[in-house]
């Protein structure tokens, strides 16, 4: 027996397993699962390190040790699967942050003598310091808690176009012919040009080893699913790709070479590049729609790139066609954790749309999620952008959107801490007051602007000084492959790209907005606290339980028409404000947008008490998130109304993350529900909805015993990940938001 | 105008009427049904709830609590009060969704409820009623998309002895309200103890025609809390099993 579904379900089991064998190797860790596969028995790179400091960098830095970790990568085959190819480590593991590094690196003495005086904070290696230091910005950067971007990587989109018309062979063709006219920038043509050849080396030892499996392989069935996967390998080790099959391989090879080089996840339009191979395999009938849902499950499998379906185009058509569907169903029959964004639009299929909610229910794994197409393209045509470009920008990361090969946002990179700002706003008025000023939440306001222009000054500097010069620390050889201009001009894509459109994203946003409301709600409006009171309140940690209950349920963000939803709205009209005005050179311009990222428990760790009731060092709020507890029902359409109220407006995203008891069925009348509810938001102005649909009693006795779960899948921000992965820290906070109702 | 006496206002309820509504629960019933999940909502007048465990021993009651130790069920509220707060998730009704009135006995506060229906017809907000149908308004009823009513006990003695009234105008306030042309959602709470004669319940209703949907409920404790925080002896009703619940199937309905 050889169905496709008993081979999906070995597949899942075989992910399962994975699971727990990584939990083994690598100790918790609070990401995105990536699709990696545990390390092998004697798997070993001896990196090179071209820095004094104990780390790599530049083209030739970057170039050896991209070529010796894929080296080391011995091919990934599963009988079970019609694709192959996977990745397991990374260059960044080699970069002598012991913080950052795998348990099952740190094992490894030989590595570790290697790094072990250097050792030092989390990606403290990642920027070579020595020759672009930044000590200057630093001070202001922890004064506000300032996630830098400085040292960040493949936070742009690849446009997959480029590969499936080139093929690894066009690459070097494609190097050579701009090598000849670019004789001075030889260096990053023999590094692109090594890397490539390195991909083809890992797709050759792919071939090898199944030609050693098919003559080993006593099964009719298996031998010949073996045989038609060894001559994809071979028609995509130097050709674009020719069929379905074939552009689902090519990717599945490219990705696993991108994720060992930065990690990259970016995907594409699944369902718009893979549309025309579909169209052509069925009509010369070498495919059917089983057996591309197959390949879709599989590329699913192989890697949980961010990819977007359905939407509109240019001329706001619906771009929804038989292969989204095929791709719905295809992620439904492997149900892991799939980044998977319907695009919605009023003018695209509802129905498609509904069965996209469908899933969401049916199966209580966090996908898909749902981007508002309109708001978004609208938003980033503010930008000065054209229709056009702003219809191709699509969703390809944990909250973000990028253009395909032409776009260069460091999305997801950037952040402030504006509870940070919050306090170094309130020391301000305190000093204020000692001097015998009188003290209210205007002035409050106004000193927190300051220090948020403050903040975004000292943040563009940083972003500019990544930007000058990310190509000599970390060039992005192998995106820069499907990037525009790159090869054209033997330039990096952080110097070359056509749009430098830079996100900057708020995080603690309802942290600050809830102490501005319970500041005015209970200091000036009831009088129920005098300002010295509330300032020796923060001193103390509200060792008085009275008073930090009597803010914390003061009037919240979210609840609807209060005064700290009033207070949301003018942060978010002044951080816009704040960010839009921020002069940038070289035609480059910041967006603002409200995101934590995943971050809330370390960036709450940097900040004391704060007005709301929040003891010093608990979490921020998440996201555009209202705080815990905001409403006793826990409205969804009230968190819903706050969260559209605060949109950025200029095409990034300020994401609604729901928590839904799966009370609602997965029927006609639950997914006509949830879809409401996601058209309602989109109306409003939202742009992105990340929605978790759990199992209450399930998620409870995974967090008491993960092992018995591994299946388990939660949509931890933009991403989504495996339960039993996360630390007992993290799995805490996702329990708790659940039961919370936020 | 006159104001309400409101319990609670939730929104994004998915469970009391179709789509997204808002449900305003008012204060005061004239039944007193043993199992009554909303028992906050019997009493007309404003009431503390005691819950000790939230209580933080301050010693400040009489300042405000905070801790959520002593909750004021029951608040004031004039028709634009609540107005303003079921406008506030109006984008989310939908073509099905709106607001439903709730209680208590909505009709027992029967001038704020009419104007309060007639206030959200004005802003085109569909309007639904849960009610025991103790009382008949033809008016109020009239304006309503649907009516959600209960029939609990058939037989009136024990429907007597349980809530505390008379079950002869209830059923006939069933015939009378059929006869508008409103569609109604019947339902009955299953209380394992009682022999409600569900049968006969949905035989009855199954003979009106603008039933459209008969529903059982299975009793569940989750007023037991309300109850001791409002002073009030629990009731120790058990949740009817899932065989009873199977077996019962057969009586619900949907057309």
Redesign the interface.
């Known amino acids: 027996m050889y169905s496709y579904a008993e081979r999906l379900k070995a597949m899942r089991d075989t992910k399962i397993r994975h699971t727990l064998e990584k939990r083994k190797q690598n100790g918790y860790t609070d990401l995105d699962d990536f699709g990696t596969v545990p390390i092998s028995e004697g798997y070993c790179v001896t990196p090179w390190y071209n820095s004094t400091n104990g780390s790599f960098y530049g083209y030739d830095g970057m170039c050896e040790n991209f070529c010796r970790v894929i080296d080391a990568h011995e091919p990934y085959i599963d009988p079970n699967e019609m694709l192959c190819g996977r990745w397991r480590d990374m260059l960044v593991n080699y970069r002598g942050d012991l913080h950052y590094m795998p348990d099952w690196l740190k094992n490894n003495l030989k590595n570790l003598e290697f790094i072990k005086n250097g050792a030092t904070n989390q990606w403290s290696k990642r920027w070579d310091e020595q020759r672009f230091p930044y000590d200057h910005l630093k001070p202001l950067q922890a004064k506000y808690n300032i996630t830098t971007g400085i040292d960040g990587d493949a936070h742009f989109a690849c446009d997959y176009r480029i590969g499936f018309e080139l093929g690894f062979g066009g690459f070097l063709e494609k190097i050579e012919k701009y090598r000849a006219i670019n004789p001075d920038k030889q260096a990053f043509y023999d590094a692109e040009e090594r890397c490539v050849k390195a991909i083809i080396a890992f797709i050759q030892r792919h071939i090898d080893r199944l030609s050693v499996m098919i003559e080993e392989e006593s099964d009719e069935l298996v031998k010949d699913n073996l045989i038609t996967m060894k001559r994809t390998c071979e028609n995509v080790r130097l050709n674009p790709p020719a069929t379905f099959r074939e552009a689902c391989q090519w990717t599945a090879f490219f990705n696993c070479a991108s994720r060992i080089y930065t990690r990259d996840g970016a995907g594409f339009q699944l369902d718009g590049l893979l549309y025309p191979y579909y169209i052509k395999d069925v009509a010369d009938g070498i495919l059917d729609d089983e057996t591309a849902k197959f390949l879709i499950a599989n590329l699913l499998l192989i890697d949980p790139h961010y990819y977007q379906i359905s939407g509109v185009n240019e001329n706001d058509e619906d771009m929804t066609n038989p292969l989204s569907w095929l791709i719905l169903e295809a992620a439904d029959s492997i149900n892991i954790a799939c980044n998977l964004t319907v695009r919605v639009h009023e003018n695209c299929d509802r129905q498609f749309q509904k069965k996209a909610v469908y899933y969401l229910l049916k199966n209580k794994n966090g996908w898909p999620r749902f981007a508002n197409d309109k708001a978004l393209a609208e938003g980033y045509m503010r930008n000065g952008i054209d229709k056009k470009t702003a219809r191709e920008r699509i969703a390809v990361g944990c909250n973000w959107m990028c253009v395909p090969g032409r776009e260069y946002p460091m999305n997801d990179l950037v952040k402030v801490n504006v509870a940070k700002v919050l306090e170094e706003a309130l020391k301000d008025l305190r000093t204020e007051m000692d001097a015998g000023s009188a003290c209210s939440t205007e002035r409050l306001f106004e000193l927190y602007e300051k220090h948020l222009k403050c903040a975004v000054a000292v943040t563009a500097e940083g972003i500019n000084l990544h930007l000058d010069h990310a190509w000599e620390v970390t060039p992005e050889l192998i995106m820069n492959l499907m990037m525009k201009n790159t090869l054209e001009r033997g330039e990096d894509i952080t110097q070359c790209a056509e749009l430098y459109t830079v996100g900057i994203d708020g995080a603690g946003l309802a942290v600050v907005a809830d102490s501005f409301g319970a500041l005015e709600a209970r200091v000036e409006q009831e009088k129920l606290l005098t300002w010295e009171e509330m300032f020796a309140a923060l001193d103390n940690d509200f060792a008085d339980e009275r008073t930090r209950l009597m803010m914390n349920i003061a009037p919240r963000y979210c609840q609807g028409g209060t005064v700290s939803d009033a207070w949301a709205k003018r942060m978010t009209d002044s951080w816009v404000k704040i960010v839009k005005s921020q002069p940038m050179p070289k035609g480059r311009q910041l967006i603002p947008g409200w995101f934590s990222w995943s971050r809330t428990i370390e960036y709450g760790s940097r900040v004391g008490a704060t007005p709301n009731g929040r003891r010093a060092g608990e979490p921020i709020s998440h996201g555009a998130n209202p705080n815990p507890h905001f409403r006793a029902d826990g409205a969804p359409t009230a968190q819903a109304n706050g969260i559209a109220s605060v949109q950025c407006g200029y095409g990034n995203t300020a994401p609604l993350q729901l928590e839904f008891d799966p009370k609602l069925a997965a029927d006609e009348k639950g997914a006509e529900i949830v879809l409401n509810l996601i058209e309602s938001h989109f109306k409003q102005g939202g742009t992105l909805i990340n929605i978790n649909v759990l199992d209450g009693e399930k998620l409870l006795a995974a967090n008491e015993n993960p092992d018995l779960y591994p299946d388990l899948v939660v949509r931890v921000t933009g991403f989504t990940a495996y339960f039993a992965s996360l630390s007992p820290k993290f799995r805490q906070l996702v329990v708790d938001r659940f039961l919370q109702g936020i | 105008m006159i104001n309400g006496i409101v319990a609670d206002i939730?929104?994004?309820?998915?469970?009391d009427g179709?789509?997204?509504r808002t449900t305003v629960f008012l204060k005061g019933c004239p039944l007193h049904c043993a199992w009554c999940h909303n028992p906050e909502c019997i009493d007309f007048r404003p009431q503390v709830m005691y819950y000790p465990e939230k209580c933080?021993g301050?010693g400040?009651c009489d300042k405000?609590c905070?801790?959520?130790a002593r909750v004021i069920c029951g608040k004031e509220m004039s028709v634009q009060d609540v107005l303003?707060?079921v406008l506030?998730?109006r984008?989310?009704y939908?073509t099905?969704?709106g607001i439903t009135i709730s209680g208590g006995e909505p009709l027992a506060q029967r001038q704020f409820v009419n104007a309060l229906i007639d206030a959200c017809k004005k802003e085109n907000i569909r309007c639904a009623m849960e009610t025991s149908l103790i009382f008949y308004d033809e008016e109020t009823f009239k304006k309503l998309d649907l009516v959600m009513a209960d029939l609990k006990i058939w037989d009136n003695e024990l429907h007597k002895k349980y809530t505390g009234v008379e079950n002869v105008k209830i059923k006939e306030h069933f015939r009378r309200l059929n006869g508008l042309g409103i569609p109604i959602i019947a339902r009955t709470p299953v209380i394992s103890e009682i022999d409600q004669q569900i049968a006969q319940i949905s035989k009855f209703l199954s003979e009106l025609e603008n039933v459209k949907k008969y529903e059982l409920l299975p009793y569940h404790p989750l007023g037991e809390s309300k109850r001791e925080a409002l002073g009030m002896t629990a009731e120790n009703f058990t949740i009817p099993s899932a065989e009873y619940m199977k077996e019962l199937e057969k009586y619900v309905f949907v057309r």
Not at chain 2, 10 to 15: G, Y
């Open positions: 939730q929104r994004a309820s998915v469970h179709p789509g997204i933080i301050c400040l405000g905070f801790s959520g303003k707060e506030l998730d984008d989310y939908g099905e969704g």
